[in-house]
């Protein structure tokens, strides 16, 4: 597996470096070029291997493999001008993402762009030689690759479609140099989307338990992206029946027992999804259907820079006096992104039983744990407005705490694995399909099946609207979802935006997405290539 993941990681260099020119000519006969790799299924393995770490680096800040978003905050830049968070730490390169200055030249605004069509790029490379190769190791070798790497191209394009709307869409390598695209439109890359999710849902494994490793795709995961896709296009119908295999499968269950490596410690079903180790099946986790592999400095994982969510959620309590930092308070959190008062610290937000609002899920009860201030020492420390003010002590969600900080608690990153798809939100996909199709009662059918979990009341199908969904998402998926991709989707990003965040209030329709990078513009001298209205 050390040699598989070493040498994908060269091959993505490889293959992005070289896969859109035809001015290089050189023949590499003992390096890892596309045309030495593509020769058998164990070169298939190495690059779709690559294809799993360029994905995994959606949210890398500044490291080196295989891809970089060149910021601090590139998560919590999809986190911010929306509903739930602003910015505590005013990070320079998270701020103008919430008072929406950002440009057609900010860093994340192009980078977002490179790291799409690198994906893209990696995966077309291997579709064609894909289609040139005769030496498999078994006959369903070929449409297995194919499969995962059509999945890869349609999450590329699911974030360029969110940002940018109308985007080139490319399905080939270009043997030509071009400066001639065009913006194809979003309905039709939706459709390209949606035909590659349906390959990949038809092709992939079915058993989870059966997969070669932990984390590899499996149809339901194709399947559960698709209902959002089906959602994007306002393909209600189909997003429904994509929602309902993956739930009818009898492959997940949403999680109403403790499980895995912590339940000795307090908390509960749900806040054992989020302790280190249990986001996989082998855990005893069977509502996930697709987990990213960031486990710290192990091969397959993530490395230092890969996902800084845990400072972004975790508050600076260690700089307030009586406190030092501590692993299980989640290390040196920055608080870059604090959670709005109106649903944190509101009294009816979440039901009294509420699980998702326990101790173990959002702390709101801090104790001074420094032991050079003994007069402090395990009594109770005080949120206060100033404490808030100064991003110390506030109501934090612990999704985030757990991960490597018990070696070095000043270490910043997350580095456990990440639940990218699990049920619960196929469920509230499923809800959102039934609303779009006036199914109230449908929907509040599918929304109370996640709130039984949550120990939380029952609502009735004259609850079920798209608002209270929207507020369900946020007791169930918050930071886990990027909240800015579920508003734009459902056309509510504006309004909520405007009702509920005083920092980002001047946000209006044409915020619903991105400007177009100015790089790309500039050098696309061939054909037209407008950019977004409101941008220059």
């Known amino acids: 597996m050390k040699k598989i993941l070493a040498a994908a990681t060269a091959a993505v260099l490889l293959i992005t470096g070289t896969s859109c020119s035809g001015f290089l000519d050189e023949e590499l006969k003992k390096e890892l070029a596309p045309d030495n790799t593509y020769t058998s299924s164990y070169g298939f393995k190495v690059g779709i291997t690559g294809l799993y770490a360029w994905a995994r680096s ?13 910021q601090a905050c590139p998560y919590e830049s999809f986190q911010v001008a929306t509903d739930i968070v602003y910015t505590g730490h005013k990070d320079g390169n998270l701020v103008p993402f919430e008072n929406l200055s950002y440009t057609s030249s900010s860093t994340f605004v192009q980078n977002y762009w490179k790291w799409s069509y690198g994906l893209i790029a990696n995966v077309n490379e291997i579709l ?22 059509r999945f890869f191209r349609a999450y590329a394009y699911r974030y360029l479609v969110y940002l940018y709307g109308d985007v080139p869409y490319v399905d080939k390598i270009e043997s030509q140099f071009r400066i001639d695209f065009t913006r194809t439109p979003k ?9 590659d999710l349906k390959f990949a849902a038809e092709n992939l494994p079915e058993n989870p338990d059966n997969v070669e490793e932990t984390g590899k795709l499996t149809k339901w995961a194709a399947l559960h992206l698709l209902s959002e896709v089906y959602l994007m296009a306002g393909k209600y119908a189909d997003a429904e029946d994509a929602a309902l295999q993956v739930i009818n499968s009898g492959y997940f269950q949403l999680m109403t027992e403790r499980f895995g490596s912590a339940t000795n410690q307090p908390g509960d079903a749900f806040s054992d999804m989020f302790k280190e180790y249990n986001q996989n099946r082998p855990s005893g986790n069977k509502e996930s259907i697709w987990v990213m592999q960031l486990e710290y400095n192990t091969p397959g994982g993530g490395g230092a820079y890969e996902d800084w969510s845990k400072r972004a959620w975790v508050p600076k309590y260690w700089d307030e006096t009586g406190f030092t930092l501590c692993d299980s308070l989640g290390g040196r959190g920055l608080a870059q992104i604090v959670p709005f008062q109106w649903w944190i610290e509101s009294t009816d937000f979440f039901d009294a039983t509420d699980i998702r609002n326990s101790e173990a899920n959002i702390k709101r009860h801090w104790y001074y744990n420094n032991p050079e201030t003994p007069e402090l020492l395990g009594k109770p420390a005080e949120m206060t407005e100033l404490t808030r003010s100064k991003c110390t002590l506030y109501p934090a969600v612990t999704k985030f705490f757990y991960g490597k900080t018990e070696d070095d608690p000043s270490y910043g990153g997350n580095n456990k694995d990440r639940m990218k798809f699990r049920l619960a939100e196929t469920y509230l996909l499923l809800a959102e399909a039934r609303i779009q199709q006036n199914n109230a009662a449908g929907a509040a059918e599918a929304i109370n099946v996640v709130r039984r979990r949550a120990n939380a009341s ?44 005083p920092y980002s209030k001047e946000i209006d329709e044409h915020n619903t997405l991105w400007p177009i990078p100015q790089t790309i513009i500039d050098s696309n001298t061939g054909a037209d290539f407008p950019q977004n209205p409101g941008y220059n």
Request: charged letters at 30%; aromatic letters at 8%.
């Open 58 to 70: 959606e949210f890398n800040t500044w490291g080196t493999a295989p891809t970089t978003l060149g």
């Open 128 to 149: 064609s030689y894909a289609d040139k190769n005769e030496n498999w190791d078994t006959p369903n070798d070929k449409i297995g690759f194919q499969a995962e790497a």
């Open 187 to 195: 309905a039709e890359v939706l459709d390209h989307m949606i035909d």
């Open 458 to 501: 029952e609502i009735t199908a004259s609850q079920a609207t798209l608002d209270f969904l929207l507020d369900e998402r946020i007791r169930e998926l918050v930071g886990e979802e990027l909240r800015r991709l579920t508003l734009v989707r459902t056309g509510k990003l504006v309004e909520r935006t405007r009702k509920y965040n």
